[in-house]
């Protein structure tokens, strides 16, 4: 999942066109959510980091996954051009979740520390995978990829901004990617 930019949460990303008439596929973040077929409206964030606003025309459930429809998609062409564009909604349209539980993305820029206060790093994505959930948290030399569940999160003080992490030694740094050459 990416992280909070421009005070949008991003809920999926359209991944192609389905049929000829502009129906969209979408790739959601969280496949269990159904939050996208609540919504009137939805942010778009095209790769370029452009931001349009677009009405929401329907929703349908396929055996592809999501199907999504909006508001001046009208034919194949459109959808395709919509292609790896990011549905993103304010946080503030985030359902209210009960007392101790959080989103993933509350925890986007957090520091990350050991039970001795020691600081290891800035939380700078977290990621759902299919059998876990991680934190990428930014390190001297890299990344270290933090599965979010016991031994290596201890505490969650999101409050105070702070994410207690332990039993690391076990985890690899990646080393920092290379930013990516344009395409010609």
């Not at 001046?72 to 979740?97: F, M, S, V, Y």
């Not at 990428?136 to 990344?143: D, F, L, P, T, Y």
């Not at 332990?166 to 740094?173: A, K, N, P, Q, T």
């Amino acid at each position: 999942m990416a992280g909070e930019r421009d005070g949008l949460v991003p809920l999926g990303v359209l991944v192609g066109a389905h049929g000829v008439r502009g129906d969209l596929r979408v790739k959601l973040h969280n496949p269990d959510s159904e939050l996208l077929q609540e919504l009137e409206r939805v942010s778009l964030r095209a790769p370029d980091g452009g931001l349009r606003e677009a009405a929401i025309a329907g929703t349908r459930m396929h055996r592809q996954g999501l199907l999504l429809r909006l508001a001046g998609c009208e034919n194949r062409e459109d959808a395709e051009a919509l292609r790896g564009t990011e549905l993103c909604i304010p946080r503030a349209q985030l359902p209210e979740l009960p007392e101790g539980e959080h989103y993933l993305i509350d925890l986007i820029g957090l520091q990350a520390q050991r039970p001795d206060g020691s600081a290891v790093g800035t939380i700078e994505d977290a990621i759902e995978y299919p059998s876990a959930q991680a934190l990428r948290v930014s390190v001297e030399g890299g990344v270290l990829e933090v599965p979010h569940l016991p031994p290596y999160v201890v505490e969650l003080r999101i409050d105070e901004g702070v994410v207690v992490v332990d039993e690391l030694d076990d985890l690899e740094i990646e080393p920092p990617r290379l930013p990516r050459r344009p395409k010609r």
